[in-house]
């Protein structure tokens, strides 16, 4: 699971994945519901990509409104093809690229919640599997949106340090450069499924989050 991430500079983004820098401000950390960078094919059978202003938290199209009662933020694997929120963006493949510099998660080794964060030893900008929709609103405004699709990760070595001890660790997709194109452009849900995987923890740091940004809301172990 992942309900918090740092967002990387304009710039990086640009740099990394050959777009224009993103021309709208979003905060450096981002939490859901708050606006970030999201990458998705600029049109259907196109290899391009388009970078959009979106919101973290998939709001469904056909929700009343973008202040849901649930958490979208996360989309289990296991029932991402079923469940009302996420099942037709699934089916329609609208798969995305979320830009991350790190994500954080609550670690316990200490006996107490502590926001450990994680990322590239490189200290590079790494991408997300992501899974997004397109709400209208009434007016005609659109809001783009995104959820983070989750995996078990009992067995992985680095994300089976967090979450709460006798809960089930959940992680992200972090996708290689070498499989960016596969998930923007999976055709099956047996394409998709096969890139929903765990990632290399040897490519990966980790510790606790500098005190400069301690302010990441309470130690609440939300599920995913």
């Given at each position: 699971?992942c309900?918090q991430?740092?967002?990387?500079?304009?710039?990086?983004?640009a740099?990394?994945?050959?777009?224009?820098?993103?021309d709208?401000?979003?905060?450096?950390?981002?939490?859901?519901g708050?606006?970030?960078?999201?990458?998705?094919?600029?049109?259907?059978?196109?290899?391009?990509?388009?970078?959009?202003?979106a919101?973290?938290g998939l709001?469904?199209?056909?929700?009343?409104?973008t202040k849901?009662?649930?958490?979208?933020?996360?989309?289990?694997?296991?029932?991402?093809?079923?469940?009302?929120?996420?099942?037709?963006?699934?089916?329609?493949r609208q798969f995305?690229?979320?830009?991350?510099?790190?994500?954080?998660?609550?670690?316990?080794?200490?006996?107490?919640?502590?926001?450990?964060?994680?990322?590239?030893?490189?200290?590079?900008v790494?991408?997300?599997?992501?899974?997004?929709?397109?709400?209208?609103s009434?007016?005609?405004?659109?809001?783009?949106?995104?959820?983070?699709?989750?995996?078990?990760?009992?067995?992985?070595?680095?994300?089976r340090?967090?979450?709460?001890?006798?809960?089930?660790?959940?992680?992200?997709?972090?996708?290689?450069?070498s499989?960016?194109?596969a998930?923007?452009?999976?055709?099956?849900?047996?394409?998709?499924?096969?890139?929903?995987?765990?990632?290399?923890?040897?490519?990966?740091?980790?510790?606790?989050?500098?005190?400069a940004?301690?302010?990441?809301?309470?130690?609440?172990?939300?599920?995913?």
């Amino acid at each position: 699971m992942c309900n918090q991430y740092t967002a990387p500079k304009p710039s990086s983004i640009a740099a990394r994945f050959g777009v224009p820098a993103p021309d709208f401000e979003y905060p450096e950390h981002v939490y859901k519901g708050y606006v970030a960078p999201m990458l998705r094919r600029a049109a259907e059978d196109s290899t391009g990509l388009m970078l959009e202003k979106a919101h973290f938290g998939l709001v469904p199209f056909f929700a009343e409104s973008t202040k849901l009662k649930y958490d979208t933020f996360n989309a289990r694997s296991e029932t991402i093809a079923t469940l009302d929120s996420f099942r037709l963006p699934w089916r329609r493949r609208q798969f995305c690229l979320v830009p991350m510099q790190a994500f954080v998660e609550p670690n316990y080794e200490s006996g107490k919640s502590q926001w450990w964060q994680i990322g590239r030893q490189d200290g590079g900008v790494m991408a997300v599997a992501g899974l997004y929709d397109r709400w209208t609103s009434a007016e005609g405004e659109i809001y783009w949106s995104f959820t983070l699709p989750t995996l078990n990760a009992d067995e992985h070595p680095l994300m089976r340090r967090f979450h709460k001890p006798g809960k089930e660790k959940r992680s992200i997709v972090v996708l290689p450069p070498s499989r960016y194109d596969a998930w923007l452009d999976a055709k099956s849900d047996e394409d998709a499924r096969t890139l929903i995987q765990l990632f290399d923890e040897t490519e990966f740091t980790t510790g606790p989050v500098e005190s400069a940004q301690s302010d990441i809301q309470s130690s609440l172990d939300l599920g995913g």
